[in-house]
């Protein structure tokens, strides 16, 4: 097993050199767009889809009536799919005087559509604004979310989507919180290295032309990453993306519950992950073989080494870190570092053997499996 230290060394190499990059490029590079009033202001219509959040409908409602864009030119549409708890009820009584807010009860798809693109296709038949802004229910959007979305704008700019990060103060929600946070940060670099990621489907916006140009949901292949697949499609006609990274256009969201929600939320993801380009699923694959790696190395490397080269590595997870959270403006993160590192050591291996199990992908209280998961 002589090779083993040689094989250690060459992915300590690739992956420092990886999160080198990321930190330079966040460092130098990054460029957010420049923030203006508009002469014009369209109307736009902002997307919800709701199942069963009784527990986070309001806060996120209340968040868009916040909103410093022109109330006269927002229509909101929820799309209520479904939901067996008090969510209808809840909305029916906030938007009421509200002339602009508007309350759809969701049939289901006669045809192969499901889910959130459903929801989503069947408001967008109904909106009539320029631009779509689609967020979720269990999102908080900042007051100037319009504008700043409407920043990153070009005359051939399809989709443009913000960051999120994860609000509370437990231990899970912290954990998730600076999860989210690197996330954000390496898929906002990537894109700015004009490589497609994809969009962020609980803070995004889309011209109306592109999202035309799609065929709209109704017209796509179901997939449960429905984000992923309008982002996709809207590429294959030509349009170009951006996705930001600023206090802006950064949208809290609330903190899953249980182990077992935040599986099936990354199972979902993941599902989706294989469709990205090449060179983002080998970086995606090296991050999860980190842990099964250091482990290896210890068996036959000395451990000084080890430690070094796991240093430089925390520090460099760390600084990047450290950006993102001032870009998005938000307080720094270095209290959850140990959070984050045993995050990424355990959760793959946890992935990995909740993958195995024949559960298909759970989402929203519904199951999907099979053909149903992704397009071919």
Wanted: hydrophobic residues 50%; charged residues 15%; contains cysteine.
């Amino acid at each position: 097993m002589s090779f083993i230290p040689y094989l250690f060394l060459a992915y300590a190499i690739v992956y420092i050199s990886y999160q080198c990059v990321l930190l330079y490029r966040i460092r130098f590079h990054h460029k957010p767009p420049s923030f203006f009033a508009r002469a014009q202001r369209p109307v736009i219509s902002i997307l919800i889809a709701a199942r069963n959040e009784e527990k986070n409908i309001l806060t996120c409602l209340q968040a868009v009536e916040k909103l410093s864009y022109p109330a006269e030119n927002i229509e909101v549409w929820i799309g209520d799919d479904q939901s067996t708890d008090a969510t209808h009820t809840i909305v029916a009584a906030f938007i009421h005087n509200k002339p602009n807010y508007h309350l759809v009860s969701i049939q289901p798809s006669a045809g192969h559509v499901k889910g959130k693109a459903n929801v989503l296709a069947q408001l967008a038949k109904q909106a009539r604004g320029a631009f779509l802004f689609i967020t979720d229910a269990d999102i908080q959007v900042p007051t100037h979310w319009i504008e700043a979305l409407f920043a990153g704008f070009e005359e051939n700019t399809g989709i443009v989507s913000g960051s999120t990060i994860v609000a509370g103060d437990s231990l899970f929600a912290r954990t998730q919180r600076i999860d989210w946070a690197y996330a954000s940060g390496m898929i906002h670099v990537v894109s700015d290295m004009h490589i497609p990621v994809t969009a962020v489907g609980n803070n995004m916006a889309i011209q109306r032309l592109c999202y035309d140009d799609t065929g709209g949901y109704e017209n796509l292949s179901f997939s449960v990453t429905e984000d992923l697949e309008l982002f996709l499609a809207s590429l294959k006609k030509g349009w170009g993306f951006r996705n930001l990274l600023d206090a802006g256009s950064t949208a809290t969201t609330a903190p899953l519950k249980t182990l077992k929600e935040a599986l099936q939320q990354r199972k979902r993801w993941i599902s989706g992950a294989f469709r990205l380009p090449k060179i983002l699923v080998i970086f995606l694959v090296l991050q999860a073989m980190f842990f099964p790696m250091l482990v290896l190395a210890f068996i036959f490397i000395h451990w000084i080494w080890i430690v070094v080269i796991w240093l430089i590595i925390f520090n460099l997870h760390m600084s990047f870190i450290d950006q993102v959270a001032c870009k998005m403006g938000i307080n720094s993160l270095r209290r959850n570092s140990i959070l984050f590192e045993l995050n990424r050591y355990f959760f793959p291996l946890l992935l990995f053997m909740y993958r195995l199990l024949p559960l298909g992908v759970q989402w929203k209280g519904r199951t999907y499996k099979g053909k149903d998961i992704q397009p071919k």
